[in-house]
Nanobody, 115 residues
């Protein structure tokens, strides 16, 4: 069982920044592929960014150059630095952990970009 707890969401103006954090339980965090997904009202959940155990990253085209995913294995934590935020980034952001036997999700954190 892996528990994921997200934090760092909130309300920000267009052009602003936020950093999301996701703390994971368990002793094998370093081998997990960790990801951030988001779901806007009326839309399907979509991948935002993912980081493999070796540090390889991939991003949705819509966030490339603005968002950065990183991980700190010593703290069992993955981060999503979001810069130059746009109204269309408004969504609930979910942390995801992929392990050999399945995947786990956090409860989600709301990000609202509005003036």
């Amino acid at each position: 069982q892996v528990q994921l707890v997200e934090s760092g969401g909130g309300l920000v103006q267009p052009g602003g920044s936020l950093r999301l954090s996701c703390a994971a339980s368990g002793s094998f965090f370093s081998i997990y592929t960790m990801g951030w997904y988001r779901q806007a009202p009326g839309k399907q959940r979509e991948l935002v960014a993912r980081i493999a155990s070796g540090g390889t990253t991939n991003y949705a085209d819509s966030v490339k150059g603005r968002f950065t995913i990183s991980r700190d294995n010593a703290k069992n934590t993955v981060y999503l630095q979001m810069n130059s935020l746009k109204a269309e980034d408004t969504a609930v952001y979910y942390c995801n952990a992929q392990i050999p036997v399945g995947q786990y999700w956090g409860q989600g954190t709301q990000v609202t970009v509005s003036s």
